[in-house]
Structures are given as C-alpha cells and as structure tokens.
C-alpha cells in the first residue's frame, strides 16, 4: 500500500486522443484573407508527459480576395483542405525543477512544437465575382506551434484531461496553395483550442507531475 501510494501523482497515460478547432488566416499573393476554420483529430504518444509525439488529421478552408499583382481586380480564391501531419513537442516541464515554485509550475506546461507534413489543396479561383477555374494539388509543409497545455488530474493526481491552447505557423512548401504562382511562398496561421482524453498505457515519471 505505501508503495502505491509513493506513485500518486507520478503516473500518467502514454496515449492520448483528441479533438481541437481552429481559427485560420492565409498569407498568400492575396491581400485580403477571410477568417475561416478547421478541425482536427489526434493521436499523441506520451514519452514522457512533456515530450510528446502528435499524429493530427485535419480539414479546414482558407480563402483571401484580391490579388497583390491585380489590385483592381475583383480575384478571390477559396482552398478547402486536407492535412496528414507529425509534430514532436517539448514542454518547459521537461526542463526544470518546478517542485517548490508556484511559478514554475505554471510554466512548466508551456510548450514548443515542430513537425512535418502533407496538406492536400482543393483550389476554387474567381475573377470578377465568376469562377474562372479549379485545381488540385499536394504539398509538403512544416507546422510549427507554441502554446500551453493546461492539465486537468484525477483524484489520484494523474493528468488525464489536456486543455490545449496554441498558436501556429504553417509554412508550405509550395506558392500554389492559392492556386496563383507569384514568386511568394504561401502560409497559413491558425489558432487552436482542442482538448485530449488519456486512454490507457499508464505509468510513471521520475517526479511528480501534480504541484
């Protein structure tokens, strides 16, 4: 009994599975870019509860009016999209001793994160309020994302609940996501709430993950 009890608040869940939404703004050949949203799903793989690793499927759209080369023309452009990516993410608590710090504590969930992957474009072009044409493509991409994690524990002090709130930066590969090639990288931003569910594979840390 005091072995188990030695362990609460050390142990944690190696999977995760998760839902989050996302507020998307595309920086393209465009100048006008419309707010516009996505969804994932993920799986993380906990290495530890602050290093983890993030397989995410996602859909979503972007769209943006007026084109930097032409503008005085009436162009818009609106990509509904596909994603299949990876990240790997480091949070501060991996770093630190946040035992005896209120502070540290705190920021010992903050996080960075980087990763790769492909983004599937279905491109609708409109010229004058018409649309003119359509096309397809694939690129590859690097997501890069900072935010915070906020943990939620159960009553034996483990995390089993994962609020998670970011910022990220999509840079693709590829000057054709808005369907027009004009000697300028395209990428997106988004801002993303999304909430994990630990399901199973616990065990332990070598500290206490709870304050």
């Known amino acids: 009994a005091l072995s188990v009890k030695a362990q609460v608040g050390y142990n944690y869940d190696q999977y995760d599975f998760g839902f989050s939404a996302a507020y998307n703004k595309a920086y393209t050949d465009f100048k006008d870019s419309k707010p516009k949203y996505a969804a994932m799903a993920h799986f993380t793989y906990n290495a530890t509860p602050y290093v983890n690793y993030i397989a995410e499927v996602q859909i979503g759209s972007v769209n943006a009016r007026y084109l930097n080369a032409l503008?005085?023309?009436?162009?818009?452009?609106?990509?509904t999209y596909s994603i299949v990516s990876f990240r790997a993410?480091?949070?501060?608590?991996?770093?630190?001793?946040?035992?005896?710090?209120?502070?540290?504590?705190f920021f010992k969930n903050v996080y960075v994160s980087g990763g790769v992957g492909v983004v599937y474009s279905n491109i609708d072009i409109y010229a004058d309020g018409e649309e003119s044409n359509d096309n397809k493509g694939s690129s590859?991409?690097?997501?890069?994302?900072?935010g915070y994690e906020f943990k939620i524990f159960n009553s034996y002090n483990e995390p089993k609940v994962k609020l998670d709130i970011g910022y990220q930066f999509n840079y693709i590969f590829s000057d054709n996501f808005d369907g027009f090639t004009a000697g300028k990288t395209d990428v997106f931003t988004q801002i993303v709430v999304g909430l994990k569910v630990g399901i199973g594979g616990t065990t332990s840390y070598r500290k206490s993950i709870s304050y």
């Open 71 to 79: 503008p005085d023309a009436d162009n818009r452009f609106d990509n």
């Open 89 to 105: 993410q480091l949070q501060m608590g991996e770093l630190m001793d946040y035992s005896h710090s209120r502070l540290k504590n």
């Open 140 to 146: 590859a991409f690097i997501p890069l994302k900072a």
